[in-house]
């Protein structure tokens, strides 16, 4: 008796554990023998804790006999420091033995890219391996995705899809989806190579592909819930962790969705699964893990070509680093022997500016880690002071903003695009850079500030003769990119290159300033910075319609001729022998010229010295004397048609000019009137009259370099 109640205990301990194990839905539900259960999960996002209770799902429905299969329909990396630690190198080793046999690839397994951090040159740098090679060392788990390819070769760059057949002979067909969206939601770079296309195309090309299967299932995470002749599993990035089951009756391929939940663990990936954790817990202690509610956007052509909320968090942190932050405790040895210890102008004449091509990746949604921060900033830069006049910060902002708008072509010189903290200012980028000499490789020097308009700084009005301090790199301090204002202009005496690391003080930030999370303050750029992309470029002193008005826009918008503000051409005032000298060298297209000038009156560094100097080389002009040039002096119409005509070689002509003060022409210049008029550069005016005296103007030299360039 005492043996058939021991028995009868143990099989009512042994029923009492395969309930336990079974998922809610399935409770009751019976033997499932003659059944296939896909197991799916969606937005795993590093939810390592999940996967054993998920393994131990796919475990009680195969205690009730049911074929099984567990998938996943991406978005499965990226979101916990347990994927950040090795870039989801071990977290799909845990899935795979957990019992994936097959995911999607979502967006976020590609937020790591090549799974590095930083630059070998610069000694910060981490390889963990590629998506690719974790994926080919799982020993079961297969990714799909039907929709990405390879741009070279155009052949997919995971498998298209995935055949199971289970041990009751039933043929499942799997295939993954892939947001298009993702090329708009991670680094350009991580998708070097790739291409997403259209995911609903894509999904019936596969029901075509698999149509030899039994029951065709869609995993996806591209917002395509259907497809005609396959069973659609679509859990979108941004509807949170999710796990479902389909049920498949063998006998009819009919399928029903249950819902599951999870409540038990499998004891074999629970050990693995700790073991993990207990290492990464060790690296990264909670004190090293801050959160994010929001993405911060680090793709190329965002930080390059505008204000971003990435841009607006590492600024806030540099300012708020001198400001509040202790920044006067990372003073160098040096610095304060010589007594510059800390920041010395009011905090309202403080700003913080960093170049947006030293933001190289996206903070993601989830943990961050010192190692995420070091993904964005890639180089171990330090903080630095700069103290610049506000003229000089204002011709910085200009030569930092020259190559936009941004587009492919600019992207390299779009680098030095400056994101901002405690200063708003704007760009118009449908006025002309006046580009001065070469710096670096892809900028050029600012010769003057047309387009970038300071509207105010920490509230307050700008005024060009403060003295404001720039919170910034080294980098920029050295004069890297386009920053040669702050080599060349910064004051030597109380500028200072600190010993804190920028994503240091990123970090500090982070952690003091906002709590240890990222929050809704940065779920959008704060409009800082505005890119005026109008088309049309309006002078406040040029009239609509006005005789010139067109000619001013084509000379400006043509690198021809510069007004004389941002928003001012003057046409009134009057031409001078430097103006149209620097404007037919311009329309010649600037060519290199060594600067040689025998006259007294132009220096090497005057704006047109180089216009002169080759003006004298090509016979336009000899000078007014042999040592004189008299850049200042007044241009007579006379005088301009010479010009002209030498520039066009003085060729022969023919004739009288025609006109009635013809008499009162210079000799000299009788020729270059009669070619000038018979060519149309220049007319007479009123009453047949030529004023051979009178002053040209501004109105008159756009006018005639325009007709110079669109007829010669």
Known sequence: MKRKTAKLLSLVLALCLCVALLPAAALGAGEMTGKTVVVYTGNLRGNVDALAQVAAVKSAYKAKGADVILADTGNFLQGTVYTTYDSGKSFIGLMDKAGYDVAAIGSHEFDFGAGTVGVKEHEVFYADGTLGQFLQSAANLKATSANVFTAESGVRAFNTNVTLTTASGLKIGLFGLTDVNTKNQVLESNLTGMSITDAAQAAAGQVTALKGCDVIIGLSNAGVSTVSGATMIDVKSDAGFTVGALVIDNSTKAVTKETVTLKNTDAVVKTAVDAFKAAVDKEYPASGVAKSTVTLKGAQSAVRGGETNLGDLWTDALLWFAKEGGISKYYGEDDIKAGNTGISVDADHIVALWNGGNLRDYLNTGDVTMKDLKRVLPYPNKVAVVYLTGAKLLEFLEATSQALPYSGKTDAACASFMQAAGISYTVATNLRYSAGDAYGKNWYKASAVNRVTINSVNGKTFDKNATYAVITSNANYNGMDASYVMKESKDADKSAITTASVYDVVWMYINQKLGGTIGSRYAVA?????????????????????????????????????????????????????????????????PAVEITNKFTDVKTGDWYAKAVSWAVSKNITKGQTDTTFEPDKNMSRQEMAVFIYAYFGAPAVTGTSGFKDGSSIASWAANAVIYCTSKGYMAGMTGNLFNPMDTANRAMGATVITSMSKTA
Not at 526 to 552: F, H, L, M
């Open 526 to 590: 704060q409009n800082r910075i505005k890119i005026d992309t109008a088309t049309e470029k309006t002078y406040t002193d040029v009239p609509s319609g006005a005789w010139y008005s067109a000619a001013a826009y084509y000379a400006y918008k043509n690198g021809l001729m510069d007004g004389t503000s941002a928003t001012a051409f003057s046409p009134d005032t009057n031409m001078t022998r430097a103006m149209f000298a620097t404007m037919l060298y311009r329309l010649a297209g600037s």
